[in-house]
């Protein structure tokens, strides 16, 4: 039973990770760079994503996700504990 309650902790927090990496790429039009095989295209893809990393744009999708995982895990968390008692 533990262990099940670790894999839906683990899989909650690599969802939320693989989505919002996804997104990251997507809005720095990483896709693009596949096509170029230029070191400064490359340069260029890495300070875009940099740039999309401070910006409020990106960080407005996942603050909430972010937020529901941490409260999926509590949730697991304390039936964990409750079954424990």
């Known amino acids: 039973m533990p262990l099940l309650l670790h894999l839906m902790m683990a899989g909650v927090w690599a969802s939320t990770v693989v989505i919002h990496t996804r997104r990251l790429f997507r809005l720095a ?3 693009q760079l596949a096509r170029w095989e230029d070191r400064v295209r490359l340069r260029s893809g ?6 999309w990393l401070g ?4 960080w407005r999708g996942v603050i909430p996700d972010c937020l529901r995982a941490m409260e999926i895990t509590a949730m697991i968390f304390l039936i964990a504990w409750g079954m424990s008692m």
């Not at 890495?46 to 740039?51: D, F, H, M, V």
């Not at 910006?55 to 990106?58: I, L, M, N, S, V």
């Open 29 to 31: 039009r990483v896709e």
């Open 46 to 51: 890495a300070n875009r994503i940099w740039w």
């Open 55 to 58: 910006q409020q744009e990106f």
